[in-house]
């Protein structure tokens, strides 16, 4: 396998492990804030889609998908509304400002597939390149490591939200 295909191999299962704790979740409860946790199950699927693609973005230059996110605050019945799910933002329990929660997960996994197609597609010197990540500027290829982990830090979150929620282990 090549470095592209390894790290696109990463995205993509990292993706496989998330959507198994999704399990349980629809749109009854993928809104639903815990006063004791800081997200619910659609800011996390569309935080981790947008993160994803805003990195895919650095390596290949082209803007997050129009067809899965607008910018501002208010979404629709198709897209998330970017700011919504940035970084600090304070997830929203309104019906109205996500779509259904089927459709998130199809904007998550859209994201996964653009951000895999991106590592896949991208020469040795893209993806030595530097680019600007948090403080610093990082080698590209390192940010499928970051979004990887990142993937896993909200799906720790969701982990706690099922357990708020009382739904089945995943295991059982």
């Known amino acids: 396998m090549t470095r592209q295909q390894i790290l696109a191999a990463t995205i993509r299962e990292s993706a496989v492990l998330f959507k198994r704790y999704l ?5 009854s409860n993928y809104l639903r804030g815990l006063p004791t946790l800081p997200n619910h199950v659609g800011w996390c699927l569309g935080h981790t889609a ?21 910018e ?18 304070t997830p929203s329990t309104s019906t109205g400002k996500y779509p ?5 997960v199809e904007i998550f996994d859209s994201s996964v597939a653009r951000f895999a ?13 530097p680019v600007q990540w ?4 990082v080698p590209a290829w390192t940010l499928a490591a970051r979004m990887a982990f990142h993937n896993g830090v909200h799906c720790g979150q969701i982990t706690d939200i099922r357990k708020s929620l009382r739904l089945k282990s995943i295991f059982a």
């Open 23 to 27: 399990v349980g979740f629809d749109d």
């Open 50 to 70: 947008v993160v994803m693609q805003r990195v895919a973005g650095r390596i290949d230059r082209l803007p997050i998908s129009l067809h899965e996110f607008v």
């Open 72 to 89: 501002g605050v208010e979404g629709d019945e198709q897209r998330i509304a970017a700011n919504l799910v940035a970084f600090g933002s």
């Open 100 to 104: 259904s929660f089927l459709r998130c």
């Open 117 to 129: 197609v991106t590592l896949e597609s991208a020469s040795d010197h893209q993806l030595d390149a």
């Open 134 to 137: 948090g403080q610093s500027p």
